[in-house]
């Protein structure tokens, strides 16, 4: 791969409009690609190796949007409970109503279907909770004091992610309570997601953190909050960073969030297409980069070019559609499905205002306060 600068065309034009940098990979065709990306996921989603599935139904549910639901609901059935927990969750993201047969089935005890792994029955709360659900989602409060770290951890991320005021002070009780460093992390974020503005501050300290995975995950949980802060932090970590892994999420981040620059760009671009030269100028010794290194920072940069808008990001999420690597590949997939619309989908057509008919309205209904129960831990 080689990268052309060309110069700066009149200082203020912004990359994607001008050929400031110009990447010698070939153009893609963009009907062709998105039809590959989509075979890449669903083959993924049946790969005989279930950490493939698992990466394939992370990404199926935000790429395929309104064709997630009955792949998802499928692997519910799967023999690993890291998938189902994936596919319970994505059903949960996308609200797929026609699996709620099937998730309240799995909450029940003892019955035909029921789900017995408590990490992915957190999820199946997740899922029916978003579809209108709350039988079980008090149980979680339970589950946040369960004896295994993985139980734990999955209860808070749920938690996190259903964004509920009750459950802040629960997760306030667990983190008072936890020795694991990596689940008090999970409950940090957990509480930073349910809007604990301290949290929030906590997470801005972890994109400092010595453990990479945890630089990620906070640059990530920042993104998504929308953090004031990310205008500041992220600058630094895409430029500074000792780490090419937490450079190229840092930029990606900030391509997401509008704030593309070539510099940016060509990094996430290097990432991806030279990862082993990247990886050996930042280790500046000896070390030897595995192939493992090699992929995981090459599924970074493809998640990270979903951000760009410059031309050649959609080429370079094709070069790593070729990989070995089945995480490189759906990661790739993803980024594709993510950056062409799907254009077979039809708009829906409004009918003429005086065909319709009015509805009579909704009677007003009290919102349900959920209740979290807790046990084991101390406020």
Known sequence: MAVVFLGSVGG????????EIVLNIAPVNYARIRQDSEIVLRQAAEDDLATTRFIAMEAIPRVLSHKAGPVCKQALSDKSPEVRFAAAMGIGDIRYAPALGKLQAMAKYNVPGAERDAGTYCAVIYALHRLGDQTHTSDLGDLLFDKVVAVRASA???????KLQPAIQPLKSALANEQDDAMKFELTRALARC???SSVRKLEAHTRDRFVDEQIIAIRAL???????????FPYLAVHDKSPRVRTVAAGALAAMGYETPELFSYCAQAALEPRTLMVQAL?????????QVYFLQSL???????FKHSQAIDVAGELLKSKDPGVRVAAAACILKKIPDVSVPKPV???????????????????RVKLHTAGGKD
């Open 12 to 19: 203020c034009t912004p990359p994607w409009e001008s050929d």
């Open 223 to 233: 993104e998504e909050l929308q953090s004031p802060m990310c205008r500041t932090l």
């Open 156 to 162: 808070a991320l749920v938690m996190g992610k259903m």
């Open 301 to 307: 940069a493809a998640a990270s070019m979903s951000g």
């Open 195 to 197: 809007g604990e503005k």
């Open 284 to 292: 500046g010794g000896p070390q030897k980069v595995t192939n493992k």
């Open 350 to 368: 409004k009918k003429p205002v005086e065909t319709e008919l009015l509805a009579p309205p909704k009677p007003k209904t009290t919102p349900v």
